[in-house]
């Protein structure tokens, strides 16, 4: 099993940023946190690195959900979404797949919110391509 969902879009970069924080919104999620990866890679160790920006996303509602079930699962939130320009005109979207990411907690309840949760992710995807 992958540990993520992408797609690759013939963007740049701020565009299909601009274009996954509004299917994210259609699918209840806002974007609490937003990291430059490559500014903060040339500010910190002098790197250069590919544009390259991490989106914490967050919908309440399941989010919720999910701290009722399990507290700790705090440690995996928000989801985060990166956007990762590949080449000029050429932008990579991924997604955590929660699903994935939740096998280390046993716990059926929760399997089943990240189920709601990896199926809304999927739906933004799959809405970008």
């Keep these: 099993m992958s540990f993520y969902i992408a797609t690759t ?7 299909a940023e601009a274009r996954v924080e509004a299917a994210l919104k259609d699918e209840g999620f806002g974007v609490l946190t937003r990291i430059d990866i490559a500014a903060t890679l040339k500010e910190k160790i002098g790197a250069d690195f590919q544009p ?22 705090g440690t995996m939130l928000p989801c985060n979404v990166i956007v990762q320009q590949k080449k000029e005109g050429e932008t990579e979207v991924a997604a955590v797949d929660p ?9 059926p309840d929760l399997a089943k919110a990240a ?5 809304k992710l999927q739906r933004v995807i799959d809405s970008l391509a």
């Design 115 to 119: 189920d709601q949760v990896r199926a």
């Design 99 to 107: 699903v994935a990411s939740m096998q280390a907690i046993d716990n």
């Design 52 to 73: 390259y920006r991490i989106l914490g996303a967050c919908n309440p509602k399941l989010a919720h959900e999910a701290l009722q079930i399990e507290d700790k699962v």
């Design 9 to 15: 879009l013939p963007l740049s970069l701020d565009d």
